[in-house]
């Protein structure tokens, strides 16, 4: 955010509220400054861990042939990682290294960085250490590159000094994205097949040697507490995940770890917690996805490393924490507070994986629950005392979930499924930014000749995954055998305990809407009539209701639409929401008539951020060129001055409504009779008389002037990108 918008989103605060934030601020600033100068002569690294061979296992045995529907995407894959080529966040396939020169984002690259990593003095010697133990034709690779722009930040600098979104075309996302490791337990997938001779791997040493020299090289290069992978405690919990969970992909399927390597690797999950512990994104008011991630993270690491105070009382933290951000943060219908489809997936993914890990737990772990000393845990918020309330399994057993929750889980399954679309790819809603908590099944189709792109649009995953933990055959058959590996992973987390189903497949079907207080909307404005091809497309049409998130639909074998009108999510914040309410997106024989572009970039670009977050992006009901809501306030603000309600809704009729332009607006969608009728009107009316009559996607597109390109993931375009001004060394100040 840069400081003209932090003077606008301070002036937007109540004055305590606004005094409180500066306050926090400026202590964070203070506490960064006091960490580069003390710190920096100091070793950061914690002990290499003695005990580290009782770090324990939680998965259980996945028979290769489960993983097999996924090996022509997984030798590929592997072969880039062992080369290391990374495709993350629209950069392309790109072998990330030392002094590489970057593609450029937006006409923007920046010259090559250092050919080798510096950190900090007093973590020198360390560093040398744990490098001495990687193997000598191991190649580093650069963690701390945005390896699309060029840009690099220095694994020198004390992580809470790290700046982001003050430099053009340089986004933060590249190394953090890089740097969660999601791409590890797909080396674990390789080492499983090759061992199973599955045709297209090379040795499953090869695989298992490079987990553990990218594991040390990443250890060597970033310091704890320093440099850009440390600055934000969300992507370090995740990173803390996934590292557990491959760890025990390969341990349990025979690989064999050096003592060294362990000792280090202990080491690091435990400074990956203790710095989670110390740092997380914890609100009163505005707290999300990235909290739910520190909770999610910090649950793997102490369930991993061997029971000790200290990760009894980080254990039943995250219990506690777990359970009360599942009710906060998903709504009672089970759709995501933060208004976006896309955050939705991830918070439901951490959701699943972080219950079947606590399901699971052997009863010497489940024993610090009730035994834990609540006095040793020093952090915001606070650790209520001993024991955790334990409640029936639905099918048998107990746990520390009570029977809601479990009914809160379904349902946000029921949501991603009922979101997506007849093509399989699910409907942008908000921001999507391609984040996943684990990534063991992902969908990945032939691009080109340069390999293969992922599709971050199919959900299917989640379902596989609740799959595991719920008795539930029509997920597993939505999700489709491709992903039965990451069913048959979280029933081996949840120790085989398997949930009774509590919510009917049809809960949000035929769900009818009507407001007492609702009035007729005016009968001028704007009218759109769609006509299909033929009334055969409305067969089988169900409508589905989500009010709390704000999204209803019209369904069929042959027909999807969707209406968005409700919060803009995190209690009002709408960090992750878009000017897109009223707005409509419409398939038709699995082609889209009306698509929300999506995101595209952060804070990279802000001019493009905000055009994917405007109202002339989305086809909604529009006055000129005004937009509902202010895009002003900051990146990851969106006011609710709209304040939409759907007035009703049935198997015919929407009827929705907004203020954001001051007089109401409203928006009146009919279905029958081989066509759609689409009317907005204003108070006082507007645009009387006008009637558009539509017969195909690219005039429907027209009738909205639909400009932007599509996005179908973070940094993602379905066009050509113009050529790269480059920066030269003189002309950009000094790289932090």
């Known amino acids: 955010m840069s400081l003209r918008q932090l003077i606008k989103y301070a002036l937007s605060l109540p004055p305590r509220q606004a005094a409180g934030k500066g306050w926090r601020l400026a202590r964070r600033?203070?506490?960064?400054?006091?960490?580069?100068?003390?710190?920096?002569?100091?070793?950061?690294?914690?002990?290499?861990?003695?005990?580290?061979?009782?770090?324990?296992?939680?998965?259980?045995?996945?028979?290769?042939?489960?993983?097999?529907?996924?090996?022509?995407?997984?030798?590929?894959?592997?072969?880039?990682?062992?080369?290391?080529?990374?495709?993350?966040?629209?950069?392309?396939?790109?072998?990330?290294?030392?002094?590489?020169?970057?593609?450029?984002?937006?006409?923007?690259?920046?010259?090559?960085?250092?050919?080798?990593?510096?950190?900090?003095?007093?973590?020198?010697?360390?560093?040398?250490?744990?490098?001495?133990?990687?193997?000598?034709?191991?190649?580093?690779?650069?963690?701390?590159?945005?390896?699309?722009?060029?840009?690099?930040?220095?694994?020198?600098?004390?992580?809470?000094?790290?700046?982001?979104?003050?430099?053009?075309?340089?986004?933060?996302?590249?190394?953090?994205?890089l740097s969660r490791l999601q791409h590890l337990p797909h080396l674990a997938w390789a080492f499983i097949l090759a061992k199973a001779g599955?045709?297209?791997?090379?040795?499953?040493?090869?695989?298992?040697?490079?987990?553990?020299?990218?594991?040390?090289?990443?250890?060597?290069?970033?310091?704890?507490?320093?440099?850009?992978?440390?600055?934000?405690?969300?992507?370090?919990?995740?990173?803390?995940?996934?590292?557990?969970?491959?760890?025990?992909?390969?341990?349990?399927?025979?690989?064999?770890?050096?003592?060294?390597?362990?000792?280090?690797?202990?080491?690091?999950?435990?400074?990956?917690?203790?710095?989670?512990?110390?740092?997380?994104?914890?609100?009163?008011?505005?707290r999300a996805n990235h909290y739910l991630a520190d909770v999610?993270?910090?649950?793997?690491?102490?369930?991993?490393?061997?029971?000790?105070?200290?990760?009894?009382?980080?254990?039943?933290?995250?219990?506690?924490?777990?359970?009360?951000?599942?009710?906060?943060?998903?709504?009672?219908?089970?759709?995501?507070?933060?208004?976006?489809?896309?955050?939705?997936?991830?918070?439901?993914?951490?959701?699943?994986?972080?219950?079947?890990?606590?399901?699971?737990?052997?009863a010497k772990r489940t024993a610090a629950l009730a035994a834990y000393d609540h006095r040793l845990w020093p952090h915001r918020p606070p650790l209520e005392p001993a024991p955790v309330a334990m409640h029936p399994v639905p099918g048998g057993g107990v746990s520390p979930f009570p029977a809601w929750y479990f009914e809160r889980l379904e349902r946000m399954v029921e949501f991603t499924i009922h979101a997506t679309k007849p093509d399989g790819h699910v409907v942008q809603i908000g921001d999507h930014d391609s984040g996943r908590f684990f990534k063991p099944c992902p969908v990945f189709n032939r691009k080109d000749e340069d390999g293969w792109d992922e599709d971050h649009l199919d959900h299917r995953s989640l379902a596989a995954a609740a799959a595991g933990l719920f008795r539930r055959a029509d997920w597993q058959d939505f999700a489709g055998d491709r992903m039965a590996a990451e069913t048959a992973l979280v029933e081996?987390?949840?120790?085989?305990?398997?949930?009774?189903?509590?919510?009917?497949?049809?809960?949000?079907?035929?769900?009818?809407?009507e407001t007492a207080a609702a009035a007729a909307p005016p009968t001028d404005g704007r009218e759109i009539v769609i006509c299909l091809a033929e009334d055969a497309i409305l067969a089988g049409l169900k409508a589905i209701a989500y009010p709390d998130f704000g999204l209803f639909i019209w369904r069929g074998r042959r027909f999807f639409l969707s209406l968005r009108c409700g919060p803009v999510g995190q209690n009002g914040n709408g960090g992750h929401a878009h000017n897109d309410q009223l707005a409509m997106e419409l398939q038709i024989?699995?082609?889209?008539?009306?698509?929300?572009?999506?995101?595209?970039?952060?804070?990279?670009?802000?001019?493009?951020?905000?055009?994917?977050?405007?109202?002339?992006?989305?086809?909604?009901?529009?006055?000129?060129?005004r937009e509902p809501a202010r895009l002003d306030l900051g990146l990851f603000r969106l006011e609710d001055r709209t304040r939409a309600a759907c007035v009703h809704f049935d198997e015919q009729r929407f009827h929705g409504i907004h203020f954001g332009f001051g007089a109401a607006v409203h928006r009146v969608v009919e279905i029958g009779d081989a066509r759609i009728t689409v009317r907005d009107t204003f108070e006082p009316g507007i645009g009387a008389g006008e009637r558009l009559t539509i017969t195909s996607a690219a005039s429907l597109r027209g009738a909205f002037d639909l400009k932007l390109?599509?996005?179908?993931?973070?940094?993602?375009?379905?066009?050509?990108?113009?050529?790269?001004?480059?920066?030269?060394?003189?002309?950009?100040?000094?790289?932090?």
């Open 198 to 286: 599955e045709k297209g791997f090379q040795a499953a040493e090869t695989y298992r040697a490079e987990f553990r020299n990218q594991v040390l090289d990443f250890l060597a290069a970033n310091p704890p507490r320093f440099g850009v992978n440390w600055s934000c405690p969300m992507d370090i919990a995740i990173r803390a995940a996934n590292l557990c969970l491959a760890v025990d992909l390969f341990r349990r399927h025979g690989a064999r770890f050096d003592d060294a390597f362990l000792a280090e690797f202990g080491a690091a999950l435990r400074a990956h917690g203790r710095h989670i512990a110390a740092n997380l994104e914890w609100h009163v008011e505005h």
């Open 589 to 625: 024989d699995g082609e889209d008539w009306l698509a929300d572009p999506g995101s595209y970039v952060y804070t990279p670009a802000p001019k493009l951020r905000n055009a994917y977050r405007s109202v002339l992006a989305h086809a909604a009901p529009r006055d000129a060129t």
């Open 29 to 177: 600033l203070l506490a960064a400054c006091r960490d580069q100068t003390l710190g920096y002569f100091r070793s950061t690294y914690g002990e290499p861990m003695k005990d580290a061979a009782e770090i324990e296992s939680r998965v259980a045995e996945i028979p290769a042939r489960l993983i097999k529907p996924l090996s022509a995407a997984i030798a590929v894959l592997s072969g880039h990682y062992l080369d290391h080529r990374f495709d993350l966040l629209g950069s392309g396939w790109v072998k990330v290294e030392h002094g590489m020169h970057c593609p450029g984002f937006e006409g923007v690259a920046y010259p090559p960085g250092p050919g080798a990593p510096r950190v900090s003095a007093g973590n020198r010697r360390r560093a040398r250490m744990i490098r001495r133990l990687i193997d000598r034709q191991y190649r580093r690779i650069d963690w701390q590159l945005d390896f699309k722009s060029g840009y690099r930040w220095s694994e020198r600098r004390a992580a809470g000094a790290i700046l982001y979104g003050h430099a053009p075309a340089a986004d933060v996302k590249v190394p953090w994205e």
């Open 296 to 362: 999610c993270g910090l649950l793997f690491v102490a369930a991993t490393l061997p029971r000790r105070p200290e990760t009894d009382i980080w254990l039943a933290f995250a219990v506690r924490q777990l359970i009360g951000e599942v009710e906060r943060q998903f709504t009672p219908d089970g759709g995501n507070f933060e208004a976006s489809t896309a955050y939705h997936r991830l918070s439901a993914e951490m959701a699943i994986y972080a219950t079947a890990f606590v399901l699971g737990l052997p």
């Open 492 to 513: 081996g987390l949840a120790g085989g305990v398997r949930i009774a189903a509590a919510v009917s497949p049809l809960a949000a079907e035929g769900r009818r809407v």
């Open 709 to 736: 390109a599509f996005s179908p993931g973070y940094g993602k375009l379905r066009v050509k990108k113009p050529p790269n001004r480059v920066f030269s060394a003189s002309a950009w100040p000094r790289r932090r």
